[in-house]
Structure formats: C-alpha cells, structure tokens
C-alpha cells in the first residue's frame, strides 16, 4: 500500500531553516526530504509572473525548440535564469547553503525548468534524472529541487517517489513500463502549502501523477539542479555554455559561490540518440 507524507487540513509554511543532522541522515538513506514552505512569500509573487508569461509568450516552447534542433533554432531569445526571480531562485542564499549541507561546499548548477502544468496534461511515467552515460555508480550527488508556487492540493496532480531507489545504478526508464501506476513502497506528496520545495537525489524514481479525468488545477512548478564537483557531468541542453556565462555575467552567485556556474565541470554536449 502507497504511503503519504503526513498532512494536515490547513498546511502551514515552515520557512528555510538548518538542515538538521538527522534531515541530512534521511536524504543520503531515502534519497529526498520535503520543506513545506521553504520559499518567502515575496519570491514565490515574484516566480508565478515570471511563470506566465514563460508559458504564454512562448518561451518555453522556443527553449525546448532551441534545445531539439540547435542548428536550425540557435539560441533561445530569453533564457529562464535571465528572468529576475527565476535567477533568484537558482542562488537563493537558504537553497545553497541547503546543498552544502547534502553535498559539499563545492556544488555547479546543472540546469533550470520553469512550467505552467495543466490539469489534463497526462502523469509523467517513473523515471529517475541522474545524469550519466552510460549509468555505472553513485559516486557523486546530483540533486533536484522541485519548487512547487501554489504547493500541491487535491486539485493538482501528486508527486510520487520511490524511497531508497536512488541507491540503484539503473537506466532512467527503467520502471517507465509502469506508467505512474502504484509501486510497493512508494510514497505520496499530495498536500503542501504554498512555496514548498522537494528535494530529489537525482537518481531517485519518481512520477507525477494526474488526477483522473483531466481536472483540477494549473501546477506551477519549477525544478532547478546542482552536481557535486569532482567529475565532469553530461549537460542537457546544447546552448549549456552561454546559459552559464550568461549567469556569470549577471553575477547570480553573488560572489560567494565561486564553482556555481563553472564550465569545467561538464562534458561536451551529445543530442540524445
């Protein structure tokens, strides 16, 4: 039988706060950690325009554009983190200082996703996001952090995760056969406040999972991610080079994270077969 993340009636924000040892101790064993309102009000208004008009001006289909056919495409016209709250966030002092605490205190960005989600959009099937090729260990943390604006309710479409599977060396679809279907063990993340932020080692299966009948609510969701250094890691995107010297240029790390947005750390980009 699936858990659930315990939840109350009237959610409340928790706000950023130390990691303590034993949420540390709960990442590196169950591979996540949920911060019910780890966001500030004022970043979480800030995102949702950003959101918006990233979806409604077409944005994010000229960067997922840019990203499939790079030669024909060039570059995006605007990048996610040259939007001001969405460049916040990537370096958001209490984020940081979060991922130093799981990885280290030397850590590079990897990349920014930034979605408006519908309620008919379908599940996303299980999957995990560690980005090796081909996948051979779990040497160096990678970490996802799933940012939801609105939090999730009963009217938007659940997270699920799989605990302990970040511990597996498996290809990313290896479960994909499954659809979202329950999987023994897994745990449900259907109640969060506003501002709440989830906490994946990348390697971690996980699905979304929709409501029936396409209804609901709009999902405001956004996921951005960091690599431990001490290997070169594969990016996604072709145009990964101008995205980090773009964030260079707009001095995101606040001059105190000096490997965040550090090219050396990544491997040449191959289009995915």
């Known amino acids: 039988m699936a858990l659930r993340a315990p939840t109350s009636d009237a959610p409340t924000r928790t706000g950023p706060a130390p990691l303590s040892t034993a949420q540390v101790e709960q990442f590196h064993r169950d591979g996540f950690l949920v911060l019910p309102g780890f966001l500030p009000d004022d970043l979480v ?26 030669a024909a495409t ?12 969405h460049g916040a966030l990537i370096a958001h002092p209490p984020l940081l200082e979060l991922l130093a605490r799981l990885m280290g205190p030397s850590f590079v960005f990897h990349h920014l996703h930034s979605d408006r989600q519908e309620p008919d959009r379908p599940g996303k099937p299980w999957h995990h996001d560690y980005e090796q090729h081909p996948q051979t260990d779990r040497t160096f943390t ?28 498996a290809a990313k679809d290896a479960r994909a056969d499954r659809g979202t279907d329950p999987l023994p063990g897994e745990l449900v993340l259907d109640r969060l406040p506003v501002g709440s932020t989830v906490v994946l080692h990348s390697a971690l299966f996980h699905a979304r999972r929709a409501l029936p009948g396409g209804r609901g609510a709009h999902r405001y969701f956004l996921d951005s991610s960091y690599c431990q250094t001490g290997r070169r890691w594969p990016p996604v995107k072709p145009y990964w080079r101008y995205a980090l010297r773009r964030a260079r240029e707009l001095r995101l790390d606040g001059g105190r994270w000096p490997e965040l947005f550090a090219e050396r750390h990544f491997t040449e980009y191959e289009r995915p077969a």
């Not at 918006?52 to 790079?70: N, Y």
């Not at 659940?158 to 605990?163: E, I, K, T, Y």
């Open 74 to 85: 060039g570059l995006p016209p605007v990048l996610e983190l040259e939007l001001p709250a």
């Open 45 to 70: 208004t800030r995102l949702r325009p950003e959101v918006d008009r990233w979806v409604d001006e077409g944005l994010r289909a000229r960067s997922i554009a840019c990203a499939v056919d790079p």
């Open 142 to 169: 990678m970490i996802h952090t799933l940012h939801y604006l609105d939090g999730l309710t009963e009217d938007t479409a659940s997270l699920v995760v799989l605990p302990g599977s970040h511990r597996e060396v």
